[in-house]
């Protein structure tokens, strides 16, 4: 099969290399020629563990190139896959289709043969007809079909989820759009990954259904951390107890600092405007906006209390280890060390912050933090140590170390990474979350 990668970012990238990795002919087009000439030269425009020697790897066999040109890219491919951005749209929250259609348009202009386009980026319930509209206006005299692919992958494993994935789910009624897609992840299938077709638009909804509760999966265990510490009760205990139970489940109910990243904030949002938009509001997801907003700036006033509260917190210096919105990958879109470090540098605080991979994706998003090129350079003179993300890295810092290098042997562990006593026994005052 010879695929079209439209969009070389985080989801098209991984997905056309594991494509490749398949034995498929795959080209992945993007129109940002720095990302391409990167790729061209083995650079990876992201950090995605594996991501690098897989690309490279397909390169050599031929099987994975790059191009700018969507013409030549398109040319002769069985399925053209849309894997660009859907952020939210300024002001009302909704996605912003802006790049899928200016895709569908560009392959409506250069079609020359037989293929089915399959939107892969994440998209509103509708889309798919839009952009067959799209096509349609094109009055193409080749055959297309439509489908939506939604994906799943988790940045920091993306490999492995695309690999091996809990489910593929294919929205399509069209004959010519099923077989194509049962021949795109024929390798997938005979590895016994289900496949579940269904109708395009029920297919958009499952992406925005799943997401949309997994956050709220996380927003509730949030909420019961903070009962836990009000209670005097433990939260990893209440999410061992309630995740045991199978029709619960164990993922998604570690508690922290809010969720981030670039998918569940944006699609719980776009979800409850489709909702607005069809009358047919969905009140749990509305609460759990709203909820985890207000917890991620509810952290950093956590920090200030270690500080002594916020009036004191004027002209102290807290560590802020970890930026990016979750380990493994360099991604800060909506992460929640932004509101933390905002909370702190709006109160006077001064920030000195560490991530091993999110630093340069971080600086512009916080001007005022300082960053450095180490824990414990981060360490050095601080009032107050704060854990944001839970990379591998910091969950054995040498405890006595900091009580030499900080003024105070504080810290704040918004993961949970380390034992209460532990902490305690080796003197320092610890703050964590849920666990009261
Ligand atoms: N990142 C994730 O973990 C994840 C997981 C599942 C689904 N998704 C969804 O997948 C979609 C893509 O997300 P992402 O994180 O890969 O985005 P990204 O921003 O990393 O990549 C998008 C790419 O598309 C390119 N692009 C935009 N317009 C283009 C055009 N006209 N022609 C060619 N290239 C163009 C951009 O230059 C960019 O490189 C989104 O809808 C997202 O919601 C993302």
Not at 3 to 28: K, R
Request: charged residues 25%.
């Amino acid at each position: 099969m010879k695929i079209a990668m439209v969009g070389s970012g985080y989801v098209g990238l991984v997905s056309g290399a594991c494509f490749a990795d398949f034995g498929h002919d795959v080209v992945c087009i993007d129109k940002d020629e720095k990302k391409i000439a990167a790729l061209e030269n083995g650079v990876m425009p992201i950090y995605e563990p594996g991501l690098d020697a897989l690309v490279e790897t397909n390169v050599k066999a031929g099987r994975l190139s790059f191009t700018t040109d969507l013409a030549e890219g398109i040319d002769g491919a069985d399925a053209i896959f849309i894997a660009v951005g859907t952020p939210s749209r300024r002001g009302d929250g909704h996605a912003d289709l802006t790049f899928v259609y200016a895709v569908a348009k560009e392959i409506g202009a250069t079609l020359r043969n037989d293929a089915v386009v399959v939107t892969k980026s994440t998209v509103p319930v509708g889309t798919g007809d839009e952009v067959e509209r799209i096509l349609a206006d094109a009055k193409l005299d080749v055959r297309t079909a439509v489908v939506s692919n939604p994906e799943f992958l988790r940045e920091g494993a993306a490999i492995g989820d695309f690999k091996r994935p809990d489910r593929i789910v294919i929205g399509t009624d069209d004959e010519f759009g099923r077989d194509v897609m049962s021949e795109v992840y024929r390798p997938l299938y005979l590895n016994q990954s289900p496949i579940l077709f269904t109708s395009r638009r029920s297919a958009e909804l499952i992406k925005y259904a799943a997401n949309a509760f997994l956050a709220t999966k996380i927003t509730f265990i949030n909420e019961m951390a903070d009962l836990c510490e009000k209670v005097g009760a433990n939260v990893q205990d209440v999410s061992r107890g309630i995740g045991m139970d199978n029709r619960i489940g164990a993922k998604f109910l570690h508690a922290g600092p809010g969720y981030g990243g670039s998918c569940f904030p944006k699609d719980t949002l776009a979800l409850l405007k489709t909702a607005e938009d069809y009358e047919s509001p969905t009140r749990i997801v509305e609460a759990v906006v709203k909820v985890n907003d207000s917890r991620k700036r509810a952290m950093g006033r956590k920090v200030l209390d270690a500080l002594g509260g916020a009036d004191k917190a004027r002209g102290k210096k807290v560590a802020l280890l970890g930026l990016t919105f979750k380990p493994n990958t360099d991604d800060m879109r909506d992460s929640p060390a932004i509101a933390v470090a905002q909370t702190l540098t709006d109160a006077g605080v001064e920030v000195a912050a560490f991530d091993p991979e999110g630093m340069e994706q971080a600086r512009p998003l916080m001007p005022e933090v300082t960053m450095v090129d180490g824990p414990y350079e981060a360490i050095e003179g601080a009032d107050a140590v704060a854990i944001v993300t839970e990379w591998d890295a910091f969950r054995a810092l040498d405890l006595k170390r900091i009580k030499d290098l900080a003024k105070a042997p504080v810290l704040v562990d918004l993961r949970n990474i380390y034992d209460p006593q532990d902490v305690r026994d080796a003197g320092f005052t610890y703050a964590s979350i849920g666990r009261g």
